[in-house]
Nanobody, 117 residues
């Protein structure tokens, strides 16, 4: 059974920082691309950042220069370092694991990030 567990969300002021973590089980972690998505109330879920099994990264334009995605394969964990946070970053952040080989796609339960103005 695949399980993704996020942690690290919370309430911060504009300009503050948070570091999200997602630990995976039930998959061979090093073989999966990992991503962070977010969803604000009344809006669709959107890709924030993605990191391939080889370590290449992609970011949404809205977070480039502020967020950094990384992974620790030994700990089966992906991170999202979020700096210079803005109120528009407020959302539930979800961890995603994806296999381009099989199409397998798994999601965590989400962690709330709230940025006050």
């Amino acid at each position: 059974q695949v399980q993704l567990v996020e942690s690290g969300g919370g309430l911060v002021q504009t300009g503050g920082s948070l570091r999200l973590s997602c630990t995976a089980s039930g998959i061979i972690f090093s073989m999966y691309a990992m991503g962070w998505y977010r969803q604000a109330p009344g809006k669709p879920r959107e890709l924030v950042a993605r990191i391939s099994s080889g370590g290449s990264t992609n970011y949404a334009d809205s977070v480039k220069g502020r967020f950094t995605i990384s992974r620790d394969n030994a700990k089966s964990t992906v991170f999202l370092q979020m700096n210079s946070l803005k109120p528009e970053d407020t959302a539930v952040y979800y961890c995603n694991a994806f296999s381009t080989v099989t199409g397998a796609n798994s999601w965590g339960q989400g962690t709330q990030v709230t940025v006050s103005s």
